[in-house]
């Protein structure tokens, strides 16, 4: 497995710093906006940008976190089930401005799910996705995110991840490369 | 592995351990669901279900329809007594005709004992064993299970329970006894002589004559009902005596010197096995019973369809 870095841990808080910007730039005080977190790794995503907004807002925001198990498409078309994690959404999004968040945007199928999934807590106002590796040229489905960490063009046998102090020891996204047999 | 080790659930006997559990923690997400504005999640809107009641049922079947309908399955409903049962149709004829509809699971009631295993042998969908005459109920001893998890924690290591009543008739006994033995709890029976049937001892539980006795020594006690239906000839002399040695009142349960948990499967004889004011008291998680019931019944469902082959 041939293994290359998108983004070192340096790049990768710059990276949420900016993403953070833009967030505050479109929602400023965040009176009527909300952060919603996809199930597993998108949370990650959402705890750091949610602690650098806090310290720049000095207010808590309204955060939450969604799991999308049961709206999946690939229902038993996997070889296993998957078991669901979390959702903890405390308040109703009637009418609020909510903010998708995911750490990694491939085919678009996840968003979808978590589209629908996010139906069940209230009717938002307007719904945004901020991805923070953007794996272009790989969707299946006409969908595009609102803020982007970091464009990468990827094959679809190859694998991106995105690695976290918290869990992993380290900031940093790898780009993990399947080797062929010839090469 | 995040998979049931088991194609059809027939009876917690056949269950392991880690399918119990796998049972619990996906039930645990769907009662987050229940609990929503929007109650529905779309899994399983390729799947159709058939319940087959050949028995009277009430509780059981709009809990399984319920479940299944929070899952978005299409769903059909059948009762032996407007069918063609009656005219004298064989239960896999039933079966077939009904699956020649294109059915993909089949929730199944029936007074025999075994009528669920029998039929998922002899047919393609997956079977779920709402109860086969005085066998097993599957269903019934996971949301107990499941219920006394959420109010005593995760371990039932060295938790007490007590089933108290007719053991004899009873499958919801049968299928808690294995279903807390395997979680790691003592379990005791508790009933007349007559309704404790003579070799229950072999499976490891403890018995008791003496309610008293059994309810100082339980953590949990699952008040059974008595089970007249089933009854060929009189086990005991009758309902009042039952009621005045194995009746649970108020007066009896505060004298205990600690705060036991009192369950019941439903539906209850209020003043035969349990008293109005236990049965309504906060020591009593009846309800929460019933509504665990649709979590952990759409749990089953959702990891039994993920297994139907598609291809």
């Not at chain 1, 106002?125 to 960490?149: M, S, T």
Request: with cysteine; proline share 3%.
């Amino acid at each position: 497995m041939d293994k290359r870095t998108i983004l070192n841990s340096t790049h990768f808080e710059i990276t949420l710093k900016r993403l953070a910007s833009q967030l505050k730039e479109n929602h400023q005080s965040f009176e009527n906006s909300v952060l919603i977190g996809l199930q597993p790794r998108g949370i990650h995503v959402l705890e750091r940008l949610k602690k650098i907004l806090e310290a720049d807002l000095k207010k808590p925001l309204l955060c939450g976190q969604l799991d999308i198990t049961f709206y999946r498409d690939d229902f038993r078309r996997r070889e296993q089930p998957i078991i669901p994690s979390v959702t903890n959404i405390d308040f109703i999004i009637e009418n609020k401005n909510v903010v998708l968040i995911d750490d990694v945007l491939f085919s678009g199928r996840t968003i979808r799910s978590g589209l629908d999934a996010l139906l069940a807590f209230g009717r938002p106002n307007k719904v945004e996705l901020l991805a923070f590796i953007d794996r272009r040229f790989e969707r299946h489905l006409p969908i595009q995110a609102d803020y982007i960490g970091k464009t990468v063009d990827t094959l679809s046998s190859q694998r991106v991840s995105v690695e976290w102090k918290e869990i992993e020891g380290e900031d940093q996204v790898l780009l993990y490369t399947q080797e062929t047999k010839n090469a | 592995m995040h998979n049931l080790s088991v194609e059809h659930l027939i009876g917690i006997k056949d269950l392991t351990k880690h399918d119990i559990e796998l049972i619990f923690k996906t039930a645990d997400s769907f009662k987050q669901v229940i609990n929503r504005p929007i109650k529905k999640v779309p899994s399983l809107r390729d799947i159709t279900i058939a319940n087959l009641f050949f028995e009277n049922s009430t509780r059981t079947r709009l809990s399984f329809e319920l479940a299944e309908k929070r899952l978005s399955a299409d769903v059909i409903n059948f009762s032996a007594s407007s069918s063609s049962v009656t005219k004298g149709e064989t239960l896999i004829d039933t079966v077939n005709n009904i699956l020649a509809m294109k059915v993909d699971l089949v929730v199944m009631r029936h007074p025999n004992p075994g009528a669920a295993k029998f039929l998922s042998e002899r047919i393609k969908a997956k079977v779920v064993n709402a109860g086969d005459g005085t066998h097993e109920h599957p269903t019934q001893a996971l949301l107990d299970a499941y219920s006394i998890r959420e109010k005593h924690g995760d371990d039932f290591k060295g938790k007490k329970v007590v089933i108290v009543g007719d053991i004899s008739h009873s499958r919801v006994a049968l299928s808690n006894i294995f279903c807390l033995q395997k979680l790691g709890a003592e379990v005791m029976v508790c009933g007349p002589t007559t309704l404790i049937p003579k070799f229950i001892g072999e499976l490891g539980v403890k018995i008791e004559h003496n309610l008293r006795n059994a309810l100082e020594w339980c953590d949990v006690a699952n008040m059974l009902r008595i089970q007249l239906e089933r009854q060929e000839i009189q086990f005991f002399p009758s309902l009042r005596e039952y009621s005045m040695l194995f009746g649970l009142d108020k007066k009896l349960l505060d004298s205990l010197d600690k705060k036991i948990t009192i369950m019941h499967p439903g539906p209850i004889n209020r003043g035969v096995e349990i008293s109005s004011d236990v049965a309504d008291s906060d020591q009593s998680i009846i309800l929460q019973q019933v509504e665990n019931g649709v979590a952990v019944r759409m749990a089953i469902i959702y990891l039994l369809a993920s297994k139907i082959d598609r291809s």
